[in-house]
């Protein structure tokens, strides 16, 4: 299984971006679709996470309210639409996919490459 996230970039403070994951290649049912990020000198950090058949979705506290995760079953993505964007919310991002289902807590079994977000102040 592939995952594809889309171009992340420059964005000033206060901004907003929405990254896009796309599954690439076979066919595969997946249970959930996470992000994560990994800032600068800091260990990879879990975001959001979204059942794909179902409506349980959960974030990381300091993200609430900010960050909102979305699927499409149509178009086989996930999006992570994030709103007033601030300096330490830069990172490179990370799609993740889980084979269990009704977990929104992984295991993590696919990860996408990362796209590098850059907040300016």
């Known amino acids: 299984v592939q995952l594809q996230a889309s171009r992340g970039g420059l964005v000033q403070a206060g901004g907003s971006l929405r990254l896009s994951c796309a599954r690439a290649?076979?066919?595969?049912?997946?249970?959930?679709m996470a992000w994560f990020r990994q800032a600068p000198g800091e260990e990879r950090e879990f975001l959001a996470a979204?059942?794909?058949?179902?409506?349980?979705?959960r974030y990381v506290d300091h993200v609430k309210g900010r960050f909102t995760i979305s699927r499409d079953p149509a178009e086989h993505t996930v999006n992570l639409q994030m709103n007033n964007l601030k300096p330490e919310d830069t990172a490179i991002y990370y799609c993740?996919?889980?084979?269990?289902?009704?977990?929104?807590?992984?295991?993590?079994?696919?990860w996408g490459r990362g796209t590098l977000v850059t907040v300016s102040s």
């Open positions: 979204i059942e794909w058949n179902g409506d349980d979705s």
């Open positions: 993740a996919a889980t084979r269990m289902f009704g977990s929104t807590g992984g295991p993590w079994d696919y």
């Open positions: 290649g076979r066919a595969f049912n997946y249970g959930a």
